[in-house]
């Protein structure tokens, strides 16, 4: 079940990737922004913070670069399948206990 985590830690990591990407070709394809040329940096597709914005603390940085968002740890690719694989896991594990 450890190794199911960790896939889908890796798979939603991956998932959230490829959406940056996407919404870097996107603002690129539109020039809706100001994109550096040749760019391969996704967060340069963002929209700048206002100056009056609040500054995010260090740990809350930290956790947004590497914890995907809800939507992602729910999306149709991750969620129905990896729940499926710990609920089976859990099943063999206390069919073998008993």
Known sequence: M?????????????LRSEKQFRRLYNTVARSSGKIP????DP????EPLPDDAPALSNWRAAIRQYV????????????PFCIAL????TGVFVVSAI
Request: charged fraction near 15%; aromatic fraction near 16%.
């Open 2 to 14: 450890v190794a199911v985590v960790l896939f889908a830690y890796l798979d939603a990591n991956y």
């Open 37 to 40: 040329l040749f760019t391969p």
């Open 43 to 46: 967060v340069d597709a963002d």
């Open 68 to 79: 995907p968002e809800r939507s992602i740890w729910t999306s149709w690719s991750i969620a």
């Open 86 to 89: 710990i609920l089976l896991g």
